[in-house]
């Protein structure tokens, strides 16, 4: 079974700063993606940014970059220049092809002006 | 472009009773995910649909049903509600283009009194 685990359940940064949030993984499958999701006051699910498995290189999106280590089983998101829109909470995730996305616990980010 | 509809957006139900959560997906996506994410919780898979054949299930309670219709809008059925059951329902749909790319609609917020 797939699982995906958030260590920080709550993280504060200055307005402008950037911000690492950590999330690993656990899974033997070969072939699978990872996500990002932001979930703000609203509760809306706005992906962030998608991370196909087999591709080594790091996705970004704007300010939002990953570092994606696969052995490691490592999926961080790094967020630059954040911004007090980007306050919310964060949901890693994983699924297999077509298959349930499984999420994590999420990590509260509050960016401070 | 087109997004993931929802209805209702809101409901209010009282214990016991029966609420009918419904789901239009994206035109032309054959696939359609549901969800429950309770309060301060991740979203948690309940079952999905494709082309009109349930294709997964999770912890889903026997007291929920869900089907596709062949319009590829599905609808969530829940009976004797219990204030548990009290929570976020996201609908979710696909191309299954094994592209791992779900999109979610807004949520139906579900409030058992």
């Known amino acids: 079974a797939q699982t995906v685990t958030q260590s920080q359940p709550e993280m504060s940064v200055q307005e402008a700063e950037t911000v690492t949030l950590s999330c690993t993984y656990d899974t033997s499958e070969n072939n699978y993606y990872l996500f990002w999701y932001k979930q703000p006051p609203s509760r809306q699910m706005i992906l962030v940014i998608r991370q196909e498995a087999y591709k080594q290189q790091n996705a970004t999106e704007n300010r939002f970059s990953v570092n994606f280590q696969k052995a490691a089983k490592s999926f961080s998101l790094k967020i630059s220049d954040s911004q007090l829109g980007d306050t919310a909470m964060y949901f890693c995730?994983?699924?297999?092809?077509?298959?349930?996305?499984?999420f994590g616990k999420g990590t509260r980010l509050h960016i401070l002006p | 472009a087109a997004g993931v509809i929802q209805s209702p957006r809101h409901l209010i139900k009282e214990k016991r009773e029966t609420a009918t959560l419904k789901c239009y997906p994206i035109p032309r996506h054959d696939t359609v995910y549901w969800y429950q994410q309770g309060p301060g919780q991740d979203p948690q898979f309940l079952i999905s649909f494709y082309e009109k054949m349930q294709s997964d299930k999770g912890s889903i309670p026997d007291r929920f049903s869900a089907q596709q219709f062949s319009d590829y809008h599905s609808e969530l059925n829940m009976s004797s509600l219990e204030l548990g059951d009290s929570a976020l329902y996201f609908c979710a749909s696909s191309a299954g283009q094994g592209l791992g790319e779900q999109y979610f609609g807004p949520g139906t917020r579900l409030t058992v009194t």
């Open positions: 995730a994983f699924t297999l092809r077509d298959d349930k996305i499984i």
